[in-house]
């Protein structure tokens, strides 16, 4: 079955760091990929998606992502963040031929002061 | 606009009741996704329609759990009989077209006693 792989569950920061969240993919013909953003007691939100095109994917509240086809990879990045940005991240990818959207496991990001 | 519109935020009930969870997607998309999180299990999808038809149910846990998408606005999850076990947060979604983002409700945080 097609997966997805966050190896970290939990990410600590201090506030202006850059951080990573990684996210690994099992390999398919086509992939479709998605990073989604949920803050406590909400729904999750899309930051960004890959579809087709540049491998480089820019996304809502300064956040962007890189689609690496020979290391099936799709790593969440932003050159700084904010307290704001405290929440759990799930990478999902559109499993083939089908609409259904497979989650990894998350990864809680906590930035601090 | 209005986002994906879930009822009611809350539900706390005693086993054996039965349990009707309510979605109103976005006007104009065609996809419905029913999602069910845990902390054990993450992120699992239930069932989804297309033009208000059940696609893939294939992640229904099992008889108790129904669902309907009676017209293009609106879709229900019932649970009957309920069991502490159904525990957790259903999130509805909702996409326009294939292979584009889903976007989700709030959800409804379930506790069954």
């Known amino acids: 079955a097609q997966s997805v792989t966050q190896l970290d569950s939990q990410v600590p920061v201090f506030e202006e760091a850059p951080v990573e969240l990684r996210c690994n993919y099992s390999?398919?013909?086509?992939?479709?990929l998605f990073w989604y953003v949920q803050y406590p007691n909400q729904g999750l939100q899309l930051l960004l998606k890959?579809?087709?095109?540049?491998?480089l994917v820019k996304g809502i509240n300064g956040f962007e992502a890189e689609f690496n086809k020979s290391q099936t990879s799709f790593h969440l990045r932003k050159p700084s963040v904010h307290i704001s940005d405290t929440a759990e991240y799930f990478c999902?990818?559109?499993?083939?031929?089908?609409?259904?959207?497979?989650f990894g496991k998350g990864t809680k990001l906590t930035v601090n002061p | 606009d209005a986002g994906v519109i879930q009822s009611p935020r809350h539900e706390v009930t005693e086993m054996g009741q039965e349990v009707t969870l309510r979605c109103k997607p976005i006007?104009?998309?065609?996809?419905l996704f029913w999602y069910r999180q845990t902390m054990m299990r993450g992120l699992e999808l239930l069932i989804y329609f297309n033009n208000n038809v059940p696609i893939d149910d294939s992640g229904m846990p099992e008889d108790r759990f129904s669902a309907k998408m009676p017209n293009a606005s609106f879709s229900t999850l019932k649970i009957q009989p309920s069991e502490p076990r159904d525990s957790a947060v259903y999130f509805c979604?909702?996409?326009?077209?294939?292979?584009?983002?889903?976007?989700f409700g709030d959800g409804t945080r379930l506790s069954i006693l």
């Open positions: 979604a909702s996409s326009m077209g294939r292979s584009q983002p889903q976007h």
């Open positions: 890959y579809l087709s095109g540049s491998t």
């Open positions: 390999s398919s013909v086509s992939v479709y």
């Open positions: 006007s104009g998309h065609d996809y």
């Open positions: 999902a990818r559109l499993q083939g031929g089908s609409e259904k959207l497979v």
